[in-house]
């Protein structure tokens, strides 16, 4: 399967962000989608996740009750929307896509990825 993100761009601190996937080439359907982000001189790390059963969505502690993960299978797409925006926010971030469903939050687990999308919050 194919990931393309979209909708990064740069944003005021406190303002709001929707970044989405499309994937191609086949379904999301039975898989975990997720958002990954590595800010400059850091680690990748687990924003959000959704599972296809469920759903079940899961978020890291810095995002809690400002991001929301949603996806539609119909269209084949996920989305997240971003919300009261941090400077720390800033980062590349990735679309993932774990076919066997297992809701985990490593990067390990997921087997297909975009290229990512650049989401720069100014203070």
């Known amino acids: 399967v194919q990931l393309v993100e979209s909708g990064g761009g740069l944003v005021q601190a406190g303002g709001s962000l929707r970044v989405s996937c499309a994937a191609s080439g086949r379904t999301i359907s039975g898989a975990t989608m997720a958002w990954f982000r590595q800010a400059p001189g850091k680690e990748r790390e687990f924003v959000a996740g959704?599972?296809?059963?469920?759903?079940?969505?899961n978020y890291a502690r810095s995002v809690q009750g400002r991001y929301t993960i949603s996806r539609d299978n119909a269209k084949n797409t996920v989305a997240l929307q971003m919300n009261s925006l941090k400077p720390e926010d800033t980062a590349v971030y990735y679309c993932?896509?774990?076919?066997?469903?297992?809701?985990?939050?490593?990067?390990?687990?997921?087997?297909?990825w975009g290229q990512g999308t650049q989401v720069i919050v100014s203070s």
């Open positions: 959704i599972t296809w059963r469920g759903p079940i969505t």
């Open positions: 993932a896509a774990d076919p066997a469903d297992l809701g985990s939050n490593r990067e390990n687990a997921y087997e297909f």
